[in-house]
Nanobody
Framework: VQLQAFGGGLVQVGGSLRLSCGASGRTFSRRPMGWFRQAPGKEREFVAW???????KHVDSVKGRFTISRDNAKDTVYLQMNSLKPEDTAIYYC????????????????WGQGTLVTVSS
């Protein structure tokens, strides 16, 4: 079972990136998926989750700027990030779990390898 996140990179303040997360070995189309991030020296934090039917939740700090979405036919989850700020700099991870969606990273069993997002000022 593997999740692979990609799409990170270096972007200037106010710029945009779209992260993607694909699955192999197991389908996640019926499972809730989440995006988390971890900045250097900080704990991993919740960014957004999405249910298989498309219901979403975003952390307050990214509301109006980031949007999580999914394409179940492609077994892929996306994170559209707009109006990026230096404080968004982190390694971004996608994760999947069975059961209900959760904002707690410890509730997720399946993890991708992470993709680095760097926002320069």
């Amino acid at each position: 079972v593997q999740l692979q996140a990609f799409g990170g990179g270096l972007v200037q303040v106010g710029g945009s990136l779209r992260l993607s997360c694909g699955a192999s070995g197991r389908t996640f189309s019926r499972r809730p998926m989440g995006w988390f991030r971890q900045a250097p020296g900080k704990e991993r934090e919740f960014v957004a989750w999405i249910t298989w039917s498309g219901s979403t939740k975003h952390v307050d700090s990214v509301k109006g700027r980031f949007t999580i979405s999914r394409d179940n036919a492609k077994d892929t989850v996306y994170l559209q990030m707009n109006s990026l700020k230096p404080e968004d700099t982190a390694i971004y991870y996608c994760a999947g779990r069975d059961g209900m969606p959760s904002s707690d990273y410890r509730a997720y069993k399946y993890w991708g390898q992470g993709t680095l997002v760097t926002v320069s000022s």
